[in-house]
């Protein structure tokens, strides 16, 4: 799904393959390695702030084996670098991050008059049903411990948001919108899976002799709102924000 979005997102930015650019949020670095080979001419770099992300890339993707490609460990609200870059470019990662005024800030000191912010990340009610089965499971005598002073995990904002924002810091808006999103899962299985691997500061609470319980309550209730389709597949109604704004 991110791939096949992240390849839809790479696609609108109209690449001539001699572009500097920063990925931010790169994560495993398998998008930033499809961007560094559509810029062959050019150089891409990848930061996130997990050091365990970022030392799979560096053994996925080698200079070895793809030289205009290198990763750094930074914080997206706090981007930092002496060079200045043609695109600032991020997909799927934002939403995990508090303060995106920061990232504007960061992203507007290191972009060359002329470039830009091409960005998607989750937006205003994203994943909604998801949340619609989760609450009610976390408030259960069960789980309710586990949750207590839970920090929020995401940060899901509106064009609205952005509107104000961008041109504080800078930007001239050439798109912003909320994009609505399919995403299918194999059954409940694959949706349970979908909720291991991505809802991580959901499940993690959990303890681990009854997380798979936890998940599985949770799977139950969605799919017996959302049933999959004669495929076998279920669907999630997701929202993504995209941004493209140019840097003045």
């Known amino acids: ?144 411990e586990f949750f207590r002073k839970m920090p929020l995990p995401y940060f899901f904002y509106a064009p609205g948001d952005y509107e104000k924002w961008l041109p504080k810091f800078g930007f001239k808006i050439q798109s912003l919108k909320l994009a609505p999103k399919d995403a299918t899962h194999a059954g409940a299985d694959g949706f349970a899976t979908w909720l291991r691997t991505t809802w991580i500061p959901y499940v993690q609470r959990v303890p681990e002799n009854l997380r798979e319980e936890f998940i599985a309550a949770v799977t139950q209730r969605y799919v017996a709102k959302h049933p999959p389709d004669a495929e076998g597949k279920v669907h999630v109604r997701m929202v993504r924000l995209e941004i493209d704004a140019v840097k003045l």
């Open 1 to 144: 799904m991110q791939q096949t979005w992240a390849r839809e997102l790479i696609a609108r930015l109209n690449l001539r393959g001699d572009e500097n650019i920063l990925d931010v949020g790169c994560g495993d670095g398998k998008v930033t390695a499809e961007i560094a080979h559509a810029v062959p001419r050019g150089s891409v770099t990848g930061i996130d702030v997990s050091p365990q992300m970022l030392k799979f890339a560096k053994k996925t993707f080698p200079p070895s084996q793809i030289p205009n490609l290198k990763f750094q460990i930074m914080d997206a609200r706090q981007i930092k670098f002496a060079r200045q870059f043609d695109c600032v470019f991020s997909n799927a990662a934002l939403h995990w991050v508090n303060d995106h005024q920061a990232i504007l800030r960061g992203a507007a000191s290191v972009l060359k008059s002329g470039g830009r912010l091409i960005v998607s990340c989750g937006g205003k009610g994203n994943a909604q049903d998801v949340f619609v089965a989760l609450r009610p499971e976390m408030r259960l005598k069960r789980w309710r």
